[in-house]
């Protein structure tokens, strides 16, 4: 299939979409044919390397072998059961998890991370008896319903013809560009402070939770102050409130830990697991202690779907757990983010508008700006970046909160070599340089040589 037939295909039958800024639309980028490793190949034979790990579900890589053993074993006995009845990978799931998050030992298995979201929610507000839930305003946490929307922050809500009620957002952490003006940590966290304060006096009944990711990554990549999440949970348990980390995108080794939130000081009430949790099938998990979830049954609780213990997704799920502790792939993150963040370091030398370079393990974000003491954002500079990459093989999304869309995202899957890392740095670092170029910007010291 070549692109014209594809962009014919999108025009006359796919749903209208915005298509973004780049290459014309999402009908002119490439057509993919097929993925092995942390490799893609589009319909006219050409290799791209995969940088955002598909939909952020391929950190394993694209068939791991150790995945298409599992899987293929699987089919063999059973594609599919009745979400009322047992099957032994389900349970083999359940005992896998729970040995992993003994604080967290129980676990719910549904099949999106939008799911995982809605269920997460829904526990809170069984357990505590509350209502009103909390999320960053840079936040993201799904589009399947009008609930996971509204707690998408990072997207407009206005988008939507209904948002549902009791959800509000409180200001991010995003220490780069400090809402107040304010440097960390002398400011004391004085931004949580303030969102706590409206939010108490907006409050339309009893709180339930606040929901929030260890990394806000479509929110452009943002890292939370030291200290932050532990003065947050403090702040929550003192209002008899929740705190549910969505660790879609920062589960099983992304981070350089196993877990996102073992870099905070804090272990969250409710966690949720998706995108890789599957190895590339789709499977998500809420996961929460004995006492939340009795509460939360008591009160008349339940979550599922129709595929949400399907063995095939439970067997998946498994093995992608066994494969992120077995390999040490979190440790194999680590040494990605050293290798990656030091060469944009030496960049930064160069190119004055790499303002910030940010994040953990794999899912790393660079921000453009236009001046770095204006901290203008880089908009059309990131565009020409991402065109440059994309026709030189390189795939990586961009992303940032509130109009701007100047945030590079990096994440490489965990298995990626050296050699990938270097060849996606060389590519990276002659389309900054181009970039650069076109804007004519560089640092007074580049300039001065």
Not at 230 to 236: A, H, Y
Not at 325 to 343: P, Q, T
Not at 420 to 446: C, H, P, Q, Y
Request: charged share 25%; aromatic share 6%; hydrophobic share 35%.
């Amino acid at each position: 299939m070549d692109k014209a037939e594809a962009k014919k295909i999108v025009n006359n039958y796919s749903f209208p979409t915005e298509g973004g800024s780049y290459m014309g639309g999402i009908e002119n980028r490439p057509i993919l044919a097929k993925s092995i490793d942390r490799t893609v190949t589009d319909t006219e034979g050409k290799e791209y390397i995969d940088f955002q790990s598909g939909q952020m579900g391929a950190a394993l890589g694209h068939q791991h072998p150790r995945m298409i053993k599992r899987i293929t074993e699987t089919m063999k006995t059973m594609f599919h059961s009745s979400n009322t009845m047992l099957n032994v990978p389900r349970l083999r799931l359940h005992e896998r998890i729970g040995k992993l998050l003994p604080r967290l030992p129980r676990s719910v298995f549904l099949v999106s991370g939008s799911d995982s979201i809605e269920a997460a929610i829904d526990l809170a507000r069984k357990a505590t008896g509350g209502l009103d839930v909390l999320g960053f305003h840079a936040g993201l946490h799904g589009s399947t319903s009008y609930l996971t929307r509204s707690l998408s922050f990072n997207w407009n809500r206005r988008k939507h013809a209904v948002v549902a009620p009791a959800t509000t957002a409180i200001m991010a952490p995003y220490c780069y560009r400090c809402p107040l003006g304010l440097k960390s940590p002398e400011c004391s966290f004085k931004c949580l402070d303030i969102s706590l304060e409206l939010a108490d006096a907006n409050f339309t009944s009893k709180p339930a939770a606040m929901i929030a990711e260890p990394i806000l990554s479509a929110g452009g990549v943002i890292v939370p102050p030291k200290g932050y999440y532990k003065k947050l949970k403090r702040e929550l348990e003192m209002r008899d409130m929740l705190l549910i980390f969505d660790e879609s995108q920062t589960c099983l080794g992304k981070t350089g830990k196993v877990f996102g939130y073992e870099h905070e000081e804090v272990t969250p009430d409710i966690l949720t697991m998706s995108k890789h949790f599957g190895g590339g099938l789709p499977i998500s998990a809420v996961c929460t202690t004995d006492e939340i979830a009795q509460k939360a049954v008591d009160n008349g609780y339940f979550a599922t779907r129709s595929h949400a213990t399907d063995p095939l997704l439970c067997a998946a799920g498994e093995e992608s757990i066994d494969i992120v502790v077995e390999e040490d792939l979190a440790s194999r993150s680590a040494h990605i983010e050293k290798k990656i963040k030091g060469a944009f370091e030496e960049m930064a030398k160069e190119h004055e508008m790499i303002g910030d370079i940010r994040g953990r393990g794999v899912l790393l974000g660079i921000e453009l700006v236009k001046d770095r003491e204006t901290k203008e954002p880089a908009n059309d500079a990131l565009a020409k970046i991402f065109n440059y990459s994309l026709e030189h093989g390189l795939i990586f999304q961009s992303r940032g909160t509130r109009g701007m869309l100047n945030v590079i995202r990096l994440v490489p899957p965990m298995t990626s070599t050296d050699e990938e890392v270097d060849r996606a740095l060389s590519i990276l670092n002659d389309a900054i340089d181009e970039a650069s170029k076109t804007l004519g910007k560089k640092t007074s010291a580049a300039a001065a040589e």
